[in-house]
């Protein structure tokens, strides 16, 4: 039998087919440029964990060994109110849950925490102006806590270690340590060096959605906030789910290691504190109007 007559047409038909797709998935993609705008909302859960984290201090010549677990969780709902150039310039935030729960074991003794964000359960309006996010509270005046933490919360970035430039998938970039910082954004440090490096890896679905898989391998070093006399290093890998419509990190699962060392605060000069483990970083977020 011959199937030239029926082959023929069929590979016609599957080449128009081709070349429709093919430039959906081979073309260039500015992932900078956000195309939200005033009425879209973005809920977002984040975590962060450090698991069997091994501690030593010295103080006064003993040395004294230790062991640290520590988780945060926060879940929240940004909505942007105001788009400029394509660019949120203002925003609602809607801190819905947000805790630090610490569980430390020294000589045997162990000890547990948890703090609250003190700007749980309240909205947050931030105000893009003069090169910098502004934040105060939608309604009532903030305790000093609350103050300061609208001092440090920022504003919605949604799109820092990105490059302002059309990339193909293969594109590579590297991230300022500034940039490195917003991302990181409670575990951001002062004085920060290292570097962060990007690819666009591949373009794939997620729940539906069409996304640039960014690879990430990251190494920073800096000062914790407080901390004076410290060093934290992160060296971390993974990947960033970055939509393609409305150019939102989607998906963010980094893991990999950090290493503490310096002073230790309360304690007698010349006291030092060593600790290193297991780090991950993992966040999710979703769209809608």
């Known amino acids: 039998m011959n199937f030239r007559p029926f082959l023929i047409p069929a590979l016609a038909a599957l080449t128009l087919t081709l070349s429709s797709v093919a430039p959906a998935w081979s073309a260039d993609y500015n992932l ?9 909302k973005v809920d977002t859960e984040s975590t962060m964990t450090m698991d069997n984290v091994d501690m030593t201090f010295t103080v006064q010549g003993q040395t004294i060994k230790g062991a640290m677990d520590m988780s945060q969780h926060k879940v929240q709902q940004v909505r942007i109110t105001a788009v400029k150039d394509g660019q949120p310039v203002e925003t ?4 819905k849950e947000s805790s630090q729960k610490e569980k430390m074991t020294v000589n045997g003794n162990p000890k547990e925490h948890e703090k609250s964000e003190p ?11 003069d090169g910098k996010w502004k934040n ?6 903030p ?25 193909a998938v293969g594109a590579t970039w590297s991230v300022a ?44 070093s800096g000062t914790p906030e407080g901390q004076a006399g410290t060093t ?22 980094l893991t990999g290691t950090m290493k503490m060392e310096g002073a230790v ?19 999710t977020s979703t769209v809608s109007k």
């Not at 000069?269 to 290193?276: F, V």
């Open 32 to 40: 900078k440029k956000t195309a939200l705008a005033a009425g879209h």
């Open 92 to 95: 609602e935030t809607d801190l």
């Open 119 to 129: 700007l749980k359960g309240l909205t947050m309006v931030s105000t893009w102006a």
């Open 136 to 141: 105060h509270l939608k309604t009532g005046e």
């Open 143 to 167: 305790t000093p806590e609350q103050a300061t933490a609208l001092l440090k919360a920022g504003g919605f970035d949604s799109s820092d270690m990105y490059e302002d430039r059309p990339m």
């Open 177 to 220: 340590p500034e940039n490195i910082n917003k991302m990181l954004g409670e575990s951001s440090t002062t004085n920060t060096t290292g570097s962060m490096q990007c690819k666009f890896d591949r373009v794939e679905a997620l729940d539906g959605h069409p996304c640039a898989v960014i690879t990430v391998t990251l190494k920073v």
């Open 232 to 253: 934290l290093t992160m060296e971390m890998k993974g990947n960033i789910h970055r939509s393609l419509e409305e150019k939102v990190d989607l998906k963010i699962d």
């Open 265 to 283: 605060p309360g304690a007698p000069p010349g006291s030092t504190m060593n600790a290193s483990g297991p780090l991950a970083m993992k966040q």
